[in-house]
């Protein structure tokens, strides 16, 4: 059958909105590095995950400037960044390279230094200050700062949802790590054998709070939407002889 110039040309027309559907997802920015060669410098952060092997995120892992933070609503978001030889400053770039990190900390602003000579991370800037080995895989040391292109997407996890208790008396602070799917919390309850659902309120970056007393000998379970839509709940997941400080997983996990 043969094909007319008109249905060629929608078929044009339909290649480009496919091929720009592609790279749609991808938005430029900048990114440095910090933490030494180790990455050991990266531990703790805004998000409040402390050791970040012992939250499941690992080495690869960045701070966010504070138009990406978004005052910790971003807290275990990962991010897939590629170097962008195409901008001033890619002559820097291992071509073909990508890596996905985790949100893990913020990158505060700089106010004393102009957002184009080291206040990188002053708004309105996309910048990613991302752990050395991490920044290694994609940009060559010496440049200190690339160009690139980043999209948010799924996180993947191993093992389940973890849970950090701390607070004291009527002050529950939980620290919710290792999340799946969007990798960030939107919403979060709190719950003991003897209570309902009590609703609980972000205090900052992954930390979620209660004033709520009385939990102390009773089991505690969490509800917990992610900013992708998904809702678990994880039933007695802290057993009844639960303390401040100690830290519980759940076999649970998102997937969106």
Not at 65 to 92: E, H, K, M
Not at 199 to 218: D, E, I, K, T, Y
């Amino acid at each position: 059958m043969a094909t007319s110039p008109r249905s060629l040309l929608l078929w044009g027309v339909l290649a480009a909105c496919v091929a720009a559907g592609v790279d749609a997802g991808w938005l430029p920015g900048t990114a440095t590095f910090y933490g030494g060669h180790d990455g050991s410098g990266t531990m703790d952060g805004a998000c409040g995950y402390g050791n970040l092997y012992n939250a499941g995120y690992g080495i690869n892992n960045a701070a966010l400037s504070s138009v990406l933070f978004n005052n910790g609503a971003s807290c275990g978001q990962c991010y897939t960044i590629t170097c962008d030889p195409s901008r001033p400053g890619g002559r820097w770039c291992k071509l073909g390279t990508s890596i996905t990190v985790t949100a893990t900390n913020l990158c505060p602003p700089n106010w004393a230094l102009p957002s184009d000579n080291g206040g990188w991370c002053n708004p309105p800037r996309p910048h990613f200050d991302m752990s050395q080995p991490a920044w290694e895989h994609i940009g060559v040391y010496s440049a200190g700062i690339i160009p690139v292109l980043f999209q948010q997407v799924k996180c993947s996890r191993q093992g389940g949802v973890r849970f950090e208790i701390a607070g004291f008396n009527y002050f529950l602070l939980v620290n919710i790590q290792n999340v799946g799917g969007s990798g960030s919390v939107g919403a979060a309850w709190v719950k003991g054998t003897k209570t309902g659902w009590i609703q609980m309120s972000r205090n900052w970056g992954a930390n979620w709070q209660a004033c709520v007393g009385g939990l102390a000998g009773q089991a505690l379970s969490f509800a917990v939407t992610t900013t992708g839509g998904q809702y678990l709940q994880f039933l007695d997941v802290a057993p009844a002889w639960w303390q401040y400080g100690m830290a519980f997983s759940s076999p649970l996990q998102f997937t969106y």
